[in-house]
């Protein structure tokens, strides 16, 4: 029988990451992506008065790096989310190294998809995100 995975299937326990420094810019083009300009993004002010006292990154520029993670190097090429769901546990700001992380739970015989434990963890150690998500690789025809 030939696999469904288009590149082998994953196994339970495998794990990859990337890193990348969040800066500014990345709230201005998450800004034009979404039209998300809530003033804890922009106003030094009022995201001074907030509990997180200064800037903080939207949730949508600190989960974005799992999208690259799992269309990279996990479950790899021709993967998409058919499902997330997220625990933000403490903020992001730029000038923070962010990584992402994914690792197999489960990985089906009959359809390539996969079952993955999630997380982004600032560079000072702190777990910004946590959570898990279900992938649908597909072969690219290239």
């Known amino acids: 029988m030939t696999s469904c995975w288009p590149h082998g299937a994953p196994s339970a326990g495998e794990s990859a990451e990337l890193s990348r420094l969040v800066t500014t810019r990345d709230i201005e083009l998450f800004t034009e992506i979404s039209g998300d300009r809530n003033p804890l993004h922009y106003d030094e002010e009022a995201a001074a008065a907030s509990r997180f006292g200064e800037i ?9 790096i799992l999208n690259a993670v799992v269309a990279e190097k996990l479950p790899g090429p021709g993967t998409v989310f058919l499902n997330t769901q997220f625990d933000f546990s403490a903020p992001v700001r730029p ?8 690792e197999v739970t489960e990985a089906r015989e009959d359809k390539p ?4 434990k999630v997380s982004v963890t600032r560079d000072d150690g702190t777990v910004a995100l946590s959570g898990t998500a279900v992938c649908y690789t597909m072969a ?3």
């Open 113 to 116: 998809i996969t079952k993955l």
């Open 56 to 64: 903080v990154v939207q949730g949508g520029i600190t989960s974005a």
């Open 140 to 142: 690219l025809e290239r």
């Open 95 to 102: 000038g923070d190294t962010i990584t992402g992380r994914v």
